[in-house]
């Protein structure tokens, strides 16, 4: 899942080395958070007009996890 959304989201900054996923733990409901970090001056391309770039980026994320059973929340710090 890690790897996915990496790949995701260097294809949409300037800076792709800048681009970073770390996972928490699953919480007691099986959730795994991962937290998207990229450089300061490409954020608003990850979340683009209105956040539609972000909602989309977390609803292939999420289509991925649901195909292998597991529950995830993307959050872009």
Request: no cysteine; charged share 30%; glycine share 8%.
């Amino acid at each position: 899942m890690k790897e996915l959304l990496e790949q995701i989201a260097k294809g949409l900054v300037d800076d792709p080395a800048s681009v970073s996923v770390t996972a928490d733990e699953p919480d007691d409901r099986g959730v795994t958070v991962y937290h998207l970090h990229v450089a300061e001056n490409d954020m608003g391309r990850v979340i683009g007009k209105q956040g539609r770039i972000a909602k989309a980026i977390r609803t292939v994320v999420k289509a991925r996890a649901t195909k292998d059973g597991t529950r995830v929340q993307v959050e872009i710090d």
